[in-house]
């Protein structure tokens, strides 16, 4: 069935779009690969993009359960499948690049996953999401089994662990977004301890307006502590910088914007009437196709 319609096979303006919107990062990339306006080290520029997106994309995959549930928004697990699927098509590219770049010489390739720590993490979570894409068919949920495939697929979060730490180790010194996106991984998995801990899986709004909180700050002691290990500034000063707009916004920042957005929507739906009576307003439930 074609990814852009619904499981009653009508077209679904949702999926349409975001399956539409996941060419746009990779096409731009390649090409500014075509036309050499990638800078200096063109190749290594292409992959380092790809291999961003894939995380990103893999994030907002992640993103989705919180989403449906603070904007009673049931079709948005349409789309999960799919920017899962896209993520672990864009870490391919960025490893089908980093492969070009070495000139197709696999046992060099292979050997730098080997001997390179942060090469060998990110291998590791590449072939943790080849297995999630691989069973994330229809076929497959019917042949393992709901709850089997549920199981695997919570393989997801250890993997974008994984990916994560391979996306601060590569950025070496650049790390305000692998800092931003650290704090909202915090944020999503804080977000789904919660639900896990609650029988209706409904988060309250306080919990959601503490996690901001709690995900903004360690965000910026996370940011302290790594700066003082990288490169021993004083962690008061990295903090203070935290607390103004002097060198401008700094990832905590991010992430308590990002927290307080979704508890002012959250907080904007209940107020206009939405109950816990029709499943916290959120309609019926698509089937799930990808890790939640």
Request: aromatic share 8%; glycine share 8%; hydrophobic share 55%.
């Amino acid at each position: 069935m074609p990814p852009w319609l619904d499981y009653g096979g009508r077209l679904s303006p949702l999926k349409l779009l975001v399956f539409l919107s996941l060419f746009v990062p990779g096409s731009w990339t390649a090409l500014a690969l075509a036309t050499g306006n990638l800078g200096a080290e063109p190749f290594k520029e292409a992959i380092h993009q790809l291999g961003l997106w894939a995380f990103r994309f893999l994030l907002v995959a992640l993103a989705v359960t919180p989403a449906r549930q603070t904007l009673h928004w049931p079709q948005l697990l349409l789309v999960r499948r799919m920017l899962g699927v896209a993520a672990f098509a864009y870490v391919c590219v960025h490893l089908l690049l980093y492969t070009a770049d070495e000139a197709f010489d696999l046992a060099k390739v292979a050997s730098e996953i080997v001997l390179r720590f942060y090469l060998t993490i990110g291998f590791a979570a590449l072939l943790g999401l080849a297995a999630l894409a691989a069973t994330s068919t229809d076929g497959m949920i019917r042949r393992l089994g709901a709850r089997r495939w549920q199981r695997l697929h919570r393989l997801v979060y250890p993997i974008a662990a994984l990916a994560l730490v391979h996306y601060f180790i590569q950025s070496k010194l650049e790390v305000y977004e692998p800092t931003v996106m650290a704090g909202l991984f915090l944020w999503l998995m804080g977000y789904r301890l919660v639900a896990a801990r609650r029988r209706d899986r409904r988060v309250p709004l306080r919990a959601v307006a503490l996690l901001g909180l709690a995900a903004a700050a360690l965000t910026a002691i996370g940011e302290t502590v790594y700066l003082r290990l990288k490169t021993g500034v004083d962690p008061l000063r990295v903090l203070g910088v935290n607390l103004s707009l002097a060198t401008g916004i700094r990832p905590g920042m991010v992430v308590l914007a990002a927290g307080a957005a979704a508890t002012l929507l959250m907080a904007l739906r209940r107020h206009r009437g939405i109950r816990a009576g029709t499943g916290g307003g959120q309609g019926p439930r698509p089937r799930s196709r990808h890790a939640s």
